[in-house]
Structures are given as C-alpha cells and as structure tokens.
C-alpha cells in the first residue's frame, strides 16, 4: 500500500493539492474523504472539483440529496452518506446512481461504502484537524493507477503551489 501524508497549513495549499490530484484523475477513479465534521472534505472537494473543470461555487455538501452530479472534463458524483445509519441502505440504491464509472467518484462519510465497492481503484483520502487553520491530508492507495500522484504530491509543497499556479493558468 502506498501513502503519504501532506501538512495543509493553508487554503492555498489545500486547493493546489486538491487541483494535483484532479489533473492525474481517471474515468473510473474513487476517492474515499474520511474525517470528522469540519475536517475540510468538502472544501478539498470544491478545489478537486475545479480541477476537473466544475465551478467550484456549484459544489456543495449533498448531505440530503446524498448524490450531487457536476460536469466537466469528466462527470463528477459527489457522494455524502453522512445520513446512512447502517450497510444495508446502500442496497436502495442502484450502482450506477452512486459510482461514476465514466467520470470521477467522490464520497464523504464513506464508512459503509467500501464493501459496495469490489475491484475498483480506490484512493483514500484522510483529513486530520490539527488546528484551526491546519489539516493533515493522509493519502493511501493500494492501486497503481494512482502512482502518478503520489510521485507529484511527493515533491516539496513549494513546487505544488507553482504547479498548482499553471493549472490555473491552463484552464483558464
């Protein structure tokens, strides 16, 4: 299993990580956002979002709804199962409502979710409060698909921000 961890002492650096891994992103990727309430999962999900060519101001939380679909380079499913009180009610569902396996999934609260889930490649993504106005992101994958971001996210955070800074300026 790879991992690593990122010290996100800022919303700058929060959204160039974000917008790093969204530019090496996948049809078919899932990204798991584990951390208590106010961890920062859905304003990394704003900027992975922006990163994939979704207004950042269109994302939001879909705590009720329990699924928010975004369009841009690929569709995004937002998923927030925060209201699930048991495994069982994801049957309600059909798979096709919750996994995008033509776009990029995200899902908040995802403690019932990773037994739904058989082969796909799965990044996990941990949000840790430290304090106030610092989080730690702790990465881990057990799927190549997604060495690529880790190899980039590994350099040294002066180097994200930069990179983060051309994504900018190539979406624009």
Known sequence: MRKIIIELN?????AAAARIIAS?????AILLLW?????GKTTFAKSLCAGLGVLPEIVTSPTYT????YHGKMPVYHVDL???TEQEQLDDFDRQDLIAE????LVEWPEFIPDYLTDEPVLNLCFKTVS????????QSEFSNFDTIFKTLEQPILSLLKGAANLDKDSA
């Open 35 to 39: 951390g208590k309430m106010g961890a």
């Open 10 to 14: 800022s919303l700058e650096i929060t």
């Open 102 to 105: 033509q776009g990029v999934t």
């Open 82 to 84: 925060f209201r699930l």
């Open 66 to 69: 329990l699924v928010n679909i």
């Open 132 to 139: 106030e106005n610092q989080r730690q992101l702790i990465l």
């Open 24 to 28: 090496d992103l996948f049809a078919g």
